[in-house]
């Protein structure tokens, strides 16, 4: 379980407006950082066009590597820390320019200069 690999997380359950449901999702914690069983999580979810004007709604579009079946968004304003127990399925590994742009955009969402 490694930063910038694809797992389909479970995610539930939930409170209020926080995504829910088995989903894919991307590790984005630096690798072994800590010491507890968990990851810190950027969920996918299916790319809308409204998400266009959005940029903490990263599109990743599905490859052989990355594992996901349809356009999706790295959705880093839902970024959240999960037990490794969550991660269900390992999908793939997002390319390294996609990763950057994950990361540039939790950085806008965390307000990290």
Excluded: Y
Aim: include cysteine; glycine fraction near 4%; proline fraction near 7%.
């Amino acid at each position: 379980m490694k930063r910038g690999e694809v797992w389909q997380v479970n995610l539930d359950p939930t409170i209020g407006a926080e995504i829910n449901k088995i989903r894919p999702c991307v590790i984005v914690n630096k690798d072994a950082l800590a010491v507890l069983p968990l990851k810190i999580v950027v969920p996918l979810t299916a790319w809308n066009a409204r998400f266009k004007n959005a940029p903490w709604h990263i599109k990743v579009e599905p490859t052989k590597a990355n594992g996901l079946r349809k356009a999706s968004s790295a959705d880093t304003f839902q970024v959240r820390s999960v037990s490794e127990k969550r991660l269900v399925e390992k999908l793939g590994v997002i390319s390294p320019p996609d990763m950057e742009k994950v990361s540039l955009a939790l950085a806008l969402s965390l307000a990290i200069d």
